[in-house]
């Protein structure tokens, strides 16, 4: 029996949520899709199921985890909401935006969300399927990407059952989740907003709002889960790839692919952005399964989504020798 049969994977039909969201009350870990990857779900309030969310992940304790919620008024409930918050809160939420507020006094979420940290993590999902089990739950739900912690995000249930098998109760399968890249992170000092990551929400979107995104100040570790090397396949990376290598698979990206690669996917061959978002943690996922060594791709644009695609790229390239 295959890693994924040995997970309980269930079409996200209003049963399913309604078990998952009993073993979510019971402390269990349920996945689920969001609008931006699937997510590793657990009761946000309970120490027990978040530690469990660390251990199923092998995620460091120091990086803090995303608390999802069903509603902007619900936040008020949680963080210290600055008018710059509120802002964006209106302007984005539900969708694929996280804030990062300092905790309120008396916050009955889990220390765990935080880390060590004082401030969380939080954000409203857009996707229908985490509505509907956050409502079912009646719960906040801390949920990191749903892979094991450093690999590739997951972006289909059938990527989670392969990362887990039988260490989660329950994976709710709602198809590909629609953006494929992770929410873009905005914490702030005072009322400034910092950019801690890209995401599927643009830096040029969000200026519109409360102006300029500062960059985060290196010498404070503000978002501990930017470590260099992340989002790796087993392959090695190279990335502003031009010319094709025989013993290379080839992540392309627009029209123009040098000949000669063995194996190539492309992210999108008319060189859409968004397009390019959604297919790019499955396809390194599928050249990855392949068993090749190394992975080369293509430049992709800087502008737009380019930014967090960039990103991310970069991450799987990094070195893998810094024990993150
Ligand atoms: O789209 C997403 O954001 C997905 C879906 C499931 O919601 N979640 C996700 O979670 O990407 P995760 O744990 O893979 O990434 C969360 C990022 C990490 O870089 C983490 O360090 C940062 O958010 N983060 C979480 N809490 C933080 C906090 N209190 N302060 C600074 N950064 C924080
Ligand atoms: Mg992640």
Not at 16 to 22: D, G, H, L, T, V
Request: hydrophobic share 45%.
């Amino acid at each position: 029996m295959s890693v994924a049969e040995t997970t309980i994977v269930r079409p996200a039909g209003a049963a399913a949520i309604e078990e998952a969201a009993k073993l979510l009350r019971r402390g269990e870990l349920v996945a689920f899709p969001t609008e931006t990857v699937y997510g590793l779900g657990a009761n946000a309030l309970d120490d027990r199921a978040v530690a469990a969310i660390y251990v199923a992940k092998g995620r460091p304790r120091f990086n803090p985890l995303i608390v999802h919620i069903p509603s902007v008024a619900d936040a008020e409930r949680y963080v210290e909401m600055s008018n710059a918050a509120r802002i964006l809160a209106a302007a984005f939420w539900p969708g694929a935006l996280t804030l990062v507020l300092p905790r309120r006094t008396g916050c009955p979420l889990s220390a765990l969300v935080s880390a060590g940290l004082n401030t969380v993590a939080i954000r409203v999902p857009s996707h229908p399927v985490a509505m509907a089990l956050l409502k079912a739950a009646r719960l906040p739900l801390a949920a990191p990407s749903a892979n094991p912690s450093g690999c590739v995000s997951a972006t289909t249930a059938a990527h989670v059952a392969e990362g887990f098998g039988e260490k989660i109760a329950m994976v709710l399968d709602g198809g590909a989740t629609p953006l494929g890249i992770e929410s873009t992170v905005i914490g702030f000092d005072g009322d400034k907003p910092i950019l801690l990551r890209p995401g599927a929400i643009l830096r040029q979107d969000i200026k519109q709002f409360v102006g300029p995104l500062a960059a985060p100040d290196i010498s404070k570790v503000q978002s501990p889960g930017q470590f260099e090397s992340h989002y790796a396949p087993h392959a090695s990376v190279r990335l502003n790839a031009t010319t094709a290598v025989p013993d290379e698979a080839l992540l392309a990206f627009g029209p123009d692919v040098p000949p000669g690669a063995k194996l190539a996917l492309n992210l999108s061959p008319s060189g859409n952005l968004q397009d390019a978002a959604a297919n790019l943690f499955a396809m390194l996922r599928a050249l990855d399964k392949t068993g090749t060594k190394k992975i080369a791709v293509m430049p992709i644009p800087p502008h737009g989504l380019g930014e967090a695609i960039n990103d991310r790229l970069q991450r799987a390239a990094a070195p893998r020798d810094n024990g993150t």
